[in-house]
Antibody, heavy 120, light 107 residues
Framework: HLQLQESGPSLVKPSEILSLTCTVS??????????WGWIRQPPGKGLQWIGS???????YYNPSLKTRVTMSIDTSKNQISLKLNSVTAADTAVYYC????????????WGQGILVTVSS | DIQMTQSPSSLSASAGDRVTITCQAS??????LNWYQQKVGKAPNLLIY???NLETGVPSRFSGGGSGTNFSFVISSLQPEDIATYYC?????????FGQGTKVEIK
């Protein structure tokens, strides 16, 4: 049974780097057709796709965040990472990692999410 | 970006009622549409993919339809455990985008 778990700091200062890790268990990150994505949700608001990546290195980002975001996949640790730099209060959100089936935006398994607050 | 507009933003219905939510895309997206259910404090849960395909394990009272720019999501008989916010999401053109959500409550 596939499980995802986000981890990282819950508080980040403005202008600093938001750095999160998603640990995957119950399946391999190298499973054929499994892309891995990040989605975020500001408190009380809707969902925004951040990006999705494949273990072989291809990554796709939301253009609205592309200049600030980096995703990577570490197959040896079965982990996905997200880095978002130059954060502001507008980046305060619950951040979810999820499996993106065959890069079809079909997010069938999600982590529980982690609330990251940007504040000094 | 493709804009996804859901209607209504919220609704209140009685248990057993048929509930319909619509989702309109700003461009033709064929059938590249998913529906998610999100309960308070939880991650979204995929219910429908490809506009009308029921995800494994999802009760049959949930259904979806439509293509092009107009889509619908139906709960045939609303149950208390269906209280949640529902989101549509297109995956035809990057970036994937979501509707603003429809909050469903029980009268």
């Amino acid at each position: 049974h596939l499980q995802l778990q986000e981890s990282g700091p819950s508080l980040v200062k403005p202008s600093e780097i938001l750095s999160l890790t998603c640990t995957v268990s119950g399946d391999s990150l190298t499973s054929t057709g499994s892309y891995w994505g990040w989605i975020r949700q500001p408190p009380g608001k809707g969902l925004q796709w951040i990006g999705s990546g494949y273990y072989r290195g291809s990554t796709y980002y939301n253009p609205s965040l592309k200049t600030r975001v980096t995703m990577s996949i570490d197959t040896s640790k079965n982990q996905i990472s997200l880095k978002l730099n130059s954060v502001t209060a507008a980046d305060t959100a619950v951040y979810y990692c999820a499996r993106d089936v065959e890069f079809l935006g079909r997010f069938d398994f999600w982590g529980q999410g982690i609330l990251v607050t940007v504040s000094s | 970006d493709i804009q996804m507009t859901q209607s209504p933003s919220s609704l209140s219905a009685s248990a057993g009622d048929r509930v319909t939510i619509t989702c309109q895309a700003s461009l033709d997206i064929s059938d590249s549409l998913n529906w998610y259910q999100q309960k308070v404090g939880k991650a979204p849960n995929l219910l429908i993919y490809g506009a009308s395909n029921l995800e494994t394990g999802v009760p049959s009272r949930f259904s979806g339809g439509g293509s092009g720019t107009n889509f619908s999501f139906v709960i045939s008989s609303l149950q208390p455990e269906d209280i949640a916010t529902y989101y549509c999401q297109q995956y035809d053109i990057l970036p994937w985008t979501f509707g603003q959500g429809t909050k469903v409550e029980i009268k």
